[in-house]
């Protein structure tokens, strides 16, 4: 028995490591994508309009709804039975089921958007010029979806990163080129994704390999079922995610118009895309291993609590220093006067992200034991909360009313995953990494409170200086510990 424990303890460690490995291999994609996703806001919002960059963020938060109905789920699936298709030698016919299924479901929202696109023109605000360039544009997307998935369950985190950046680089430099030759506004935007996409999507084909394993074929529907069983609640979870985060734009459009929305729209631009991407370099790395592990029989709970530890140590200092100078924040990112005031709802967009990457760690649990349905259910009801929320309080308190709905959503949404627990996959509190986190923040309120105001220093700099004093509070409470 002891030997037993030996071996696993080996194994966890063995895994930790490579997670690491894998996390380095994936962070120029992570860190380009950052500054990405920090470069859309200050240079869309000096060539947009308040009203333009809101019919933007409208557009883009309408194709994350079709792809969330349509595709992700499909690419998600991909990654979760990989491995298990893998070990019975049977990813032709894997593949050859995924790819029919994400066809046939662009097939299907391409009849549903023709047949009801008068009630989608008038449910979502929109002109049937951008909803029809959105459709075009789900294919690529959904496509792009699809390989990614794929590159991360073969393991292949450098192609995963080329991809990445690339796909970043193009999208930026060709949206920034069409807007300033055509003066298409927002629709520019939407052609330099589409083209920027697709040209991802040719290198990603043969990152992937997939022609190579490919084969057309008779479809195996006993294959289908559980594919199916695991993506439906994985999109309704993701959709009730989209109402949580998303829907505030389409409801403050019918209350406030499309320049309350670009002020949500920046708000949004500048914590959960850009906060998700730094934090999720952790996950993209480690849930592969950790799936390998579980079809393995692995107990991954330890893991999986030690990397809520890690979590923690990156996310909380960071989304603390946001919040705090949040005026500074926006400023730093955006030129355009206009859009200062979203400074108001930073803090409540940037504890809301904070809680929902927190959320793919506890929720990892519904997907190892393909109980998808349950976080279906969590998310669900944080939805519904997000919505009335959004309802009751943009009337009365208008931005800010927005950024409590949706961190008090996300929230509820936390607490939930942290009460629903599978037998055998509960996370531990990691107080090795969680406890020094804590008497670190001791020192870092200090130099918030009595030192930084009184030095004259630029925002970014004391930002910087800040996140320096929590680490290094940390590693020097971490060293005390081990060695007592």
């Known amino acids: 028995m002891e030997e037993v424990k030996a071996i696993r303890a080996d194994v966890e460690q063995y895994q930790i490591k490579e997670i690491f490995k894998d996390v380095f291999k994936y962070a120029p994609s992570k860190i380009c994508g950052m500054l990405g996703n920090a470069l859309i806001v200050p240079v869309y919002t000096s060539i947009l309009s308040p009203e333009e960059y809101g019919l933007y963020s409208l557009s883009i938060a309408l194709l994350s709804f079709l792809c969330i109905l349509f595709s992700d789920w499909v690419g998600l699936s991909g990654l979760r039975f990989f491995r298990q298709n893998q070990l019975t030698h049977n990813i032709p016919k894997y593949l050859t089921t995924l790819v029919i299924m994400l066809a046939s479901n662009l097939f299907i929202m391409f009849c549903i958007a023709f047949l009801f696109r008068e009630q989608f023109y008038s449910f979502f605000n929109i002109q049937a010029k951008y909803f029809i360039s959105i459709l075009l544009l789900i294919i690529p997307v959904a496509i792009r979806a699809l390989l990614f998935q794929l ?23 060709l949206s920034v080129l069409f807007v300033k030759l055509y003066h298409l506004g927002a629709l520019a935007l939407l052609l330099g994704m589409a083209i920027s996409i697709t040209l991802t999507d040719i290198l990603l084909i043969f990152q992937s390999d997939i022609l190579k394993h490919f084969k057309l074929q008779k479809i195996e529907w006993n294959s289908v ?25 389409f409801i403050m459009n019918s209350i406030s118009g499309f320049s309350d929305v670009g002020i949500v729209g920046v708000a949004y631009g500048l914590t959960l ?26 107990d991954v709970s330890p893991i999986v609590s030690k990397f809520v530890g890690y979590y923690i140590l990156i996310a909380l200092p960071l989304v603390l220093t946001m919040s705090i100078y949040s005026l500074d924040y926006v400023h730093i990112f955006s030129s355009n006067p206009n859009f200062y005031i979203a400074y108001k709802i930073i803090p409540y967009f940037a504890f809301g992200t904070f809680f929902l990457a927190l959320t793919d760690y506890t929720t990892l649990q519904y997907h190892l034991a393909n109980k998808t349905q349950i976080d279906f259910v969590l998310k669900l009801l944080s939805g519904i909360l997000g919505i009335i929320l959004n309802i009751v309080l943009i009337p009365k308190y208008s931005l800010i009313g927005v950024g409590i709905a949706t961190f008090s959503a996300n929230l509820f949404y936390l607490v939930l995953s942290l009460i629903i627990i599978i037998p055998g996959l509960q996370i531990k509190y990691p107080k090795e990494i969680l406890n020094p986190i804590l008497l670190s923040l001791i020192p870092y309120g200090l130099c918030v409170f009595f030192v930084l105001d009184k030095l004259v220093l630029l925002p970014a700099l004391k930002m910087i200086l800040l996140l320096i004093i929590f680490h290094a509070s940390y590693w020097s409470i971490t060293r005390l510990t081990q060695k007592s």
């Open 273 to 298: 895309p850009l906060l998700m991407t730094i934090f999720s370099t952790i996950t993209v790395a480690a849930v592969p291993r950790i799936i390998n592990l579980y079809e393995e029989n692995y």
């Open 225 to 249: 079922f559980p594919i199916v069983k695991y993506g439906i609640p994985i999109a309704a979870t993701s959709l009730s995610a989209w109402i949580i985060n998303q829907s505030n734009k």
């Open 151 to 173: 590159l991360r369950a073969q393991l292949k985190s450098i192609a995963f990163t080329f991809s990445t950046i690339l796909n970043q680089i193009l999208t930026i430099g």
